[in-house]
Structures are given as C-alpha cells and as structure tokens.
C-alpha cells in the first residue's frame, strides 16, 4: 500500500528565508506526486503536482518540487518566503490511473517576521 | 464556475444523534471523495463515489458510517450514533475523469463536533 513521509511536522522560518519542505513516499509504480496547501478552516488548494516528464516543477505563489525517483522523493520548496505563505502544507501521491489521494501528516510552515 | 460546496460548515450533534454532510461536486464532475481529518493529521480516504455506485469504501468504517451518490442532487456522508471519537473535519473532493491526471478540487470541509 501506498504510503507518504512528511518528515517534519512545523517548520518555522523568518520572512525572506529559503525553506524546503521534505516528502517522501512509498511505491514501485508509477505514480502522481501532488503538494496542497491547506489555510486555517479552508480545504485544500493545489500547489503543484509531478504527473510525467520534467522532475522540476514549477507551482503557484511561487513554490516548485523536484522528483527523485531514486529518492522516492518530492520535497517542496521556495527561495523566499512571506508572511502569506503561513499554512499547513500536505504532500500526497497516487497510483497512476486513479484519483484516489494517499496523504501525509502535514507540515505546518510558519513564517515570522 | 461554482467550486464543490459543503455544508453545513460547522455541525454539532450529541451522542447517538444522526449526521448528514453534503456535498456538491463541481459542475460537471462526476468522480466525488470523502476524506476525514482528525486534529493534528493529515486526510484519511474514506470513499470514493461516482453517481449511484461506490467504487472504493476501503478507507470507511465498518459500522455506522454510509454514503451515497444519487443521481440527482450531493453527494451524502451519513454517520447515525455520532460518538466522540467522530470529531473531526470532512472534506469531499471531485474530478471530472477520475484517472488521477487532473488534480482533486476540494471543498472547504464540515466541520463535525459532538458532544
């Protein structure tokens, strides 16, 4: 079964400071690789996600994730990031052919100025 | 183009009383999904519906817990004998095909509190 690692459950940075948020996951299939951002009492919203091709993915607001297949790995991560940005952020794959969503725990981002 | 609606919002049930959450897909999806959020975890699947058949309740609880997919009108997420322990977030997500290339859009969640 599928599974997916966010290794660090909060992360706080200070405003304008690079951060990366770790993912990885399980699997000997191809899959689909998706970041969501989740802000207080909302759902979720999608980032970016890795379907096929380019490992370097480029999202809104500014994020982008890099594939490592041989990592199994999906971090996410911003050069420089704003008060805004201060959320929880879910990593989460599927199997390729399926809509079905396997997520990890979450990492809340918190940005200080 | 109206996103996937929820509600209620907030919900809050005594013990043993019945819940009904609601969701309305986005036009024109027919691929709907429930996923439950406990405090402090990510999203749990629970099930995956498209109109009148559940495809996939791995992720639902054996007992006490349903849901549906009619042909007209939301799709429901229906707990009788609410207990502590179901305390959580709801969130029901669509998709047009189903395949997984196009991402799931998420509704803003109902959130269940019981007494």
Redesign the interface.
């Known amino acids: 079964a599928q599974s997916v690692t966010q290794l660090d459950s909060q992360v706080p940075v200070f405003e304008e400071a690079p951060v990366e948020l770790r993912c990885n996951y399980s699997s000997s299939v191809s899959v689909y690789l998706f970041w969501y951002v989740q802000y207080p009492n909302q759902g979720l919203q999608l980032l970016l996600k890795y379907l096929s091709g380019s490992t370097l993915v480029k999202g809104i607001n500014g994020f982008e994730a890099e594939f490592n297949k041989s990592q199994t790995s999906f971090h996410l991560r911003k050069p420089s990031v704003h008060i805004s940005d201060t959320a929880e952020y879910f990593c989460a794959v599927s199997d390729q052919g399926t809509d079905k969503l396997i997520f990890g725990t979450g990492t809340r981002l918190q940005v200080f100025p | 183009n109206a996103g996937?609606m929820q509600n209620p919002r907030h919900l809050v049930r005594r013990r043993g009383q019945e819940a009904r959450l609601r969701c309305s897909p986005m036009k024109g999806h027919s691929?709907v999904?429930w996923?439950r959020q406990l405090p402090e975890?990510?999203?749990?699947?629970m099930v995956?519906l498209q109109k009148e058949n559940i495809i996939?309740e791995s992720g639902m609880p054996k007992e006490r817990f349903s849901a549906e997919f009619p042909k007209e009108g939301p799709s429901i997420l229906r707990i009788q004998q609410v207990v502590r322990g179901d305390s959580a977030a709801y969130?029901c997500?669509s998709?047009q095909q189903?395949?997984?290339?196009?991402?799931?859009h998420?509704?803003?969640?109902t959130?269940l509190t019981v007494t």
């Open positions: 996937v691929h999904y996923y975890e990510g999203l749990k699947f995956y996939d969130f997500a998709s189903g395949t997984g290339a196009e991402p799931l998420f509704g803003n969640g959130r």
